[in-house]
């Protein structure tokens, strides 16, 4: 009995024991990814695959064995011929259209564990398969140290103070907005005692307007989020608030807060300073912050 390489059963065939160019690819089946297009031509007796965006006859084309031509791409396969006219004939299969029919876009239910490089695309959803409900998918955040930040107030409306807004846009209808409020220190505009005021978060949907969220029960002029309450003539600081807000939207949502003014006397509400900035050491001014972060729902 003859042998090819070394004898006996605990000598396998390995790749040592063919020279090269003995073996060649045509001699078994294999799969094949040229660039661009696909020459064809000539008698296919084996089996064979081909990938590629286009295929073209260069000769007439006799398939005896299996000619499979795909691609991976969402298109049909397309077969042309050069300046000559030719034909395909013979007695094997050939099939031709794209490999992947189905293709896994939602990784929901699938285990496993995705690297540092992976990210996602307007066609693929990661899904419950890595963020479940509670996982944060995003955050914005505006922050601002700039004095020139007011708003005259109104006893009976929140009024939304200017640019101190931040906008962000949900991934999903399911998705909650948690809102986080840092006003550094504020100001009305008088030396008295006594002067208070209220704010709430705003929220405004793509080119809406804004409205009230986060606030309690009862009317307009109490059903706030929070209280400004200025006991003294100096500015004051660290007012902090959160609110969890159920948008139910996939279009951008922008957040701001709104100031109303309990004396009902139109006071203006000045951010991080003083009124009367500059007219003392003491008129120095701090930052205050909004961020937002889309949470799953």
């Known amino acids: 009995m003859a042998f090819l390489g070394r004898r006996g059963a605990l000598a396998p065939l390995t790749s040592a024991d063919i020279p090269a160019g003995i073996v060649e690819g045509t001699d078994v089946a294999f799969l094949e990814n040229a660039s661009g297009t696909q020459n064809l031509g000539g008698t296919y007796s084996t089996e064979r695959m081909y990938l590629n965006d286009s295929y073209t006859l260069t000769e007439d084309v006799n398939v005896t064995g299996h000619l499979a031509l795909g691609s991976i791409a969402d298109e049909d396969i397309v077969i042309t011929q050069d300046s000559t006219e030719r034909t395909i004939t013979g007695s094997?299969?050939?099939?031709?259209?794209?490999?992947?029919?189905?293709?896994?876009?939602?990784?929901?239910?699938?285990?496993?564990?995705?690297?540092?490089?992976?990210?996602?695309?307007?066609?693929?959803?990661?899904?419950?398969?890595?963020?479940?409900?509670?996982?944060?998918?995003?955050?914005?955040?505006?922050?601002?140290?700039?004095?020139?930040?007011?708003?005259?107030?109104?006893?009976?409306?929140?009024?939304?103070?200017?640019?101190?807004?931040?906008?962000?846009?949900?991934?999903?209808?399911?998705?909650?907005?948690?809102?986080?409020?840092?006003?550094?220190?504020?100001?009305?505009?008088?030396?008295?005692?006594?002067?208070?005021?209220?704010?709430?978060?705003?929220?405004?949907?793509?080119?809406?307007?804004?409205?009230?969220?986060?606030?309690?029960?009862?009317?307009?002029?109490?059903?706030?989020?929070?209280?400004?309450?200025?006991?003294?003539?100096?500015?004051?600081?660290?007012?902090?608030?959160?609110?969890?807000?159920?948008?139910?939207?996939?279009?951008?949502?922008?957040?701001g807060i709104g100031v109303a003014d309990h004396n009902n006397d139109g006071k203006t509400f000045y951010l991080n300073r003083k009124h009367n900035i500059g007219d003392s050491p003491s008129t120095a001014y701090f930052g205050s912050s909004i961020t937002v972060m889309e949470i799953k729902g």
């Open 92 to 255: 094997g299969t050939l099939e031709a259209g794209e490999l992947l029919s189905s293709k896994q876009t939602d990784l929901t239910g699938m285990t496993g564990e995705l690297g540092s490089v992976v990210t996602g695309s307007p066609n693929l959803n990661l899904g419950n398969a890595i963020f479940p409900a509670g996982h944060t998918l995003q955050t914005k955040s505006y922050f601002t140290s700039s004095n020139a930040l007011t708003v005259v107030c109104s006893a009976n409306t929140f009024v939304t103070l200017g640019t101190f807004q931040i906008a962000i846009t949900p991934s999903s209808t399911s998705s909650k907005i948690l809102v986080m409020l840092h006003i550094g220190s504020y100001n009305f505009s008088s030396d008295n005692y006594g002067v208070a005021g209220a704010g709430v978060f705003k929220r405004k949907i793509a080119s809406g307007s804004f409205t009230d969220i986060g606030g309690g029960s009862g009317n307009t002029y109490f059903n706030a989020g929070w209280q400004f309450a200025q006991e003294s003539n100096t500015y004051y600081n660290g007012i902090d608030s959160h609110f969890l807000d159920s948008p139910n939207t996939e279009s951008e949502c922008t957040y």
